[in-house]
């Protein structure tokens, strides 16, 4: 069976700091896809990022990047000098291969930047 | 602009009535999912579905059920609401092609009383 964890429930940060969120998974399976979403307060989560296990290399956008290590079986995400809008809850999924599949979430981190 | 619409924001519901939740998505998406999210648990897997007719239990499907009758519209039914299923229900959909991202709708909030 798949599981997801984020051990940090809520964090919270002063506007421009950097901060990172944790996601560590287990599953027996090679081939996997790991997911970041955002829900903001609004409710709607929203699809972030997609990493295959077979990709290990770190994804930068704009202020947000990845880092995937296999070797840990991490998936963390960074924000860099956060901005009061990225308060929201952040989720991490997992995937296995096969339409079929259910996608295993993790519990999600609760940002909150303060001005 | 892709969509997953929910039919209603906010319900309220006495303990004991048949509640449908819909879900249409205007994608095209084989796979549709239908999970509940409450404090501190996260999104937890109820149904999902990955073609028409079809569904697969998730993680607490107990005293739910799912229809899906066309591929763009999948029905949440709870038999007898009961007060414990109080909760954030969020539809999702995505492409059979398990690398494809969900798109969520805007959920909807089920108060039983």
């Known amino acids: 069976a798949q599981k997801v964890t984020q051990a940090q429930t809520e964090i919270s940060v002063v506007e421009k700091e950097d901060v990172t969120l944790d996601c560590v998974y287990e599953?027996?399976?090679?081939?996997?896809?790991l997911f970041w979403y955002k829900q903001p307060p609004s409710g709607e989560l929203v699809f972030l990022i997609r990493r295959n296990s077979f990709d290990e290399q770190n994804e930068i956008s704009g202020r947000y990047s990845w880092n995937f290590q296999k070797s840990t079986s991490s998936f963390n995400f960074t924000i860099t000098a956060s901005q009061v809008v990225d308060s929201a809850v952040y989720f991490c999924?997992?995937?296995?291969?096969?339409?079929?599949?259910?996608?295993?979430f993790g519990t999600g981190t609760k940002l909150q930047v303060i001005p | 602009d892709v969509k997953v619409t929910q039919s209603s924001r906010y319900l309220v519901k006495r303990t004991g009535e048949k509640v449908f939740l819909e879900c249409v998505q205007d994608m095209d998406h084989e796979n549709m999912f239908w999970y509940r999210q409450d404090p501190g648990l996260g999104l937890r897997l109820i149904y999902f579905s990955y073609d028409v007719k079809m569904k697969e239990k998730g993680d607490i499907p107990e005293g739910y059920s799912v229809s899906r009758e066309k591929k763009e519209r999948f029905s949440l039914i709870l038999e007898s609401a009961s007060t414990n299923q109080t909760s954030m229900y969020l539809c999702?959909?995505?492409?059979?092609?398990?690398?494809?991202?969900?798109?969520f709708g805007p959920g909807t909030r089920l108060t039983v009383t």
């Open positions: 999924a997992l995937r296995l291969p096969g339409g079929y599949q259910k996608v295993t």
């Open positions: 999702a959909s995505s492409l059979y092609d398990s690398r494809g991202e969900q798109y």
């Open positions: 599953t027996r399976d090679t081939t996997y896809y």
